[in-house]
């Protein structure tokens, strides 16, 4: 398995609320930093995200690849409907730092939070 091929499971999943799975992606330490959520290992953060999340739509924009790293971004479009039913609609830059098991250790996230964060305060 590539790294990129990772990533696009990660979106894939991220898709299908297969939260799951994509914790199944990181390594047992593997953390999460969210605009939204903060800094959480993996396992929490995907339980909070699931927790919030009525259903996601993705359209991948770009996958990029620094083959001097261990990272690779994602862009991308996320349609969120939240369990409110309200849907908020913004690109995200995802940075996905490996490790030599080809796990996720940190997955940076990044995005306007403006409208989100007002939706998931008046939950």
Same mark, same amino acid.
Request: negative net charge.
């Given at each position: 398995?590539?790294? #990129?091929?990772?990533?696009?499971r990660?979106?894939k999943?991220?898709e299908?609320g297969?939260? $799951?799975r994509? +914790?199944?992606?990181?390594? $047992?330490t593997?953390? +999460?930093?969210?605009?939204?959520?903060?800094?959480?290992p993996?396992?929490?953060f995907?339980a909070? /995200?699931q927790?919030? #999340?009525?259903?996601?739509?993705l $359209? /991948?924009?770009?996958i990029?690849?620094?083959?001097?790293?261990?990272? /690779?971004? /994602?862009?991308?479009?996320?349609?969120? %409907?939240?369990k409110t $039913?309200? #849907? +908020?609609?913004?690109? %995200? %830059?995802?940075?996905?730092?490996?490790?030599k098991?080809?796990k996720i250790d940190?997955?940076?996230?990044?995005?306007d939070?403006v +409208?989100?964060?007002q939706?998931?305060?008046? #939950?």
């Open positions: 398995m590539t790294r #990129t091929s990772i990533a696009k990660y979106l999943y991220l299908l297969a939260m $799951e994509i +914790v199944d992606l990181f390594s $047992e593997g953390t +999460v930093s969210s605009p939204l959520y903060g800094n959480q993996a396992n929490t995907y909070s /995200l927790n919030d #999340t009525n259903s996601s739509k $359209e /991948l924009k770009g990029f690849d620094d083959h001097q790293s261990n990272k /690779l971004a /994602l862009h991308f479009n996320y349609h969120w %409907v939240l $039913e309200a #849907t +908020v609609n913004f690109d %995200v %830059v995802d940075i996905i730092s490996f490790n098991e080809l940190h997955l940076q996230i990044i995005y939070t +409208v989100s964060r939706l998931i305060n008046n #939950t």
